[in-house]
């Protein structure tokens, strides 16, 4: 039987009530705060930049769209084996979603992350995982979880030796804040692996029965998920190295050429900008922050056409493209005629 029922599961309704809540709608705010101090502060011609958009090597965009979404099957493959390691499925005869199943559910948690406030898409990913084999919810986020820490420590790793390349061979040395959030970040997901593992499930003592019960899901989910981790670690690289690829492609498409190093800090910085969760998918902090990277080596203009360029994959795909593969999903999760959910009819 499902674990449908599970109390410490989000229900869908909730989740859609939470997209238009106050603190969603104040995120798009600050968004527009950011935005617009990005093309004031920066004094943009908005004419010239929109001609090097329009002026763009569609073909070679094109690419980078192809290059972009080609991660997700592969952070999908990378989630079924974390998944694999930690996740129980209910009733037995149920299997793992695919991976391109479970690319599809990262695709559309992404989505809700690019409009809503406080990354809820990793909850609903996770709730429709859940859905899908039956699995505890709490465990299932446990795996979530586990990805973000395993996606915190080689983005900040990849960072720092990006930044390094940068030194060496370009002379050029990013902010330090950047480094300090990436090494926070890292810092911060480490140290709750270690909580996690150093308490175990003694703090569920001091909970109430129904959330010692949850907490004791997601330990065992999370702590489960750090096996087979060349496997891992390899698919976790190979994801964030398509990051750097569709950047790259965008600035190729542009006519523009940087230091491959450079390339390579701006994609994981904007990605690492995504997760402030004041602003949905980082909307308008990430705008700020690469356009300013951008800027250590092409002119303003054309700093911001490439930013502008490169999140219309990032964030406004994500729109487009995450809301049918969602819709889907809800149509297919609906019970009725079009739905998988339809009850046989009665004779």
Avoid at 6 to 23: I, Y
Avoid at 237 to 249: I, M, N, S
Wanted: proline share 5%; hydrophobic share 55%.
């Amino acid at each position: 039987m499902s674990n449908s029922g599970d109390a410490s599961k989000p229900p869908a309704s909730s989740l859609g009530k939470r997209l238009l809540s106050l603190p969603a709608l104040a995120s798009f705010a600050i968004a527009g705060v950011f935005l617009y101090f990005l093309f004031t502060r920066f004094d943009i011609d908005l004419g010239d930049t929109w001609a090097q958009v329009r002026g763009n090597n569609w073909w070679m965009y094109l690419l980078a769209l192809v290059v972009y979404y080609a991660s997700f099957p592969i952070r999908g493959w990378r989630w079924r084996i974390i998944a694999a390691n930690a996740v129980v499925v209910s009733p037995p005869e149920k299997r793992l979603p695919s991976v391109w199943r479970c690319g599809c559910f990262i695709l559309q948690g992404w989505f809700i992350n690019t409009i809503s406030w406080f990354r809820l898409g990793d909850a609903y990913r996770a709730y429709a995982f859940s859905e899908a084999t039956g699995a505890s919810f709490p465990r299932v986020f446990g795996t979530v979880v586990a990805e973000r820490v395993m996606d915190g420590v080689v983005v900040a790793v990849l960072l720092l030796l990006a930044a390094g390349l940068l030194a060496v061979t370009g002379g050029l040395l990013p902010s330090p804040l950047i480094f300090g959030a990436a090494l926070a970040v890292m810092a911060a997901g480490v140290a709750l692996l270690l909580l996690m593992k150093h308490l175990g499930l003694r703090l569920a003592r001091w909970l109430p029965r129904r959330l010692a019960e949850a907490y004791a899901r997601l330990h065992e989910g999370t702590m489960g998920s750090f096996r087979n981790l060349p496997a891992i670690a390899l698919l976790s690289l190979g994801a964030w190295l398509l990051e750097a690829g569709r950047l790259l492609l965008v600035l190729q498409a542009l006519g523009l050429s940087l230091h491959l190093s450079l390339v390579l800090f701006v994609a994981l910085a904007s990605a690492l900008l995504t997760t402030v969760p004041i602003t949905p998918g980082g909307l308008g902090v990430v705008e700020l922050g690469a356009t300013g990277l951008l800027m250590l080596e092409l002119t303003r203009d054309a700093a911001v056409s490439a930013v502008l360029l490169d999140r219309s994959i990032s964030y406004l795909s994500i729109v487009v493209v995450g809301a049918g593969f969602f819709l889907v999903q809800q149509v297919r999760a609906r019970p009725g005629p079009l739905g998988r959910r339809q009850k046989p009819m009665q004779q």
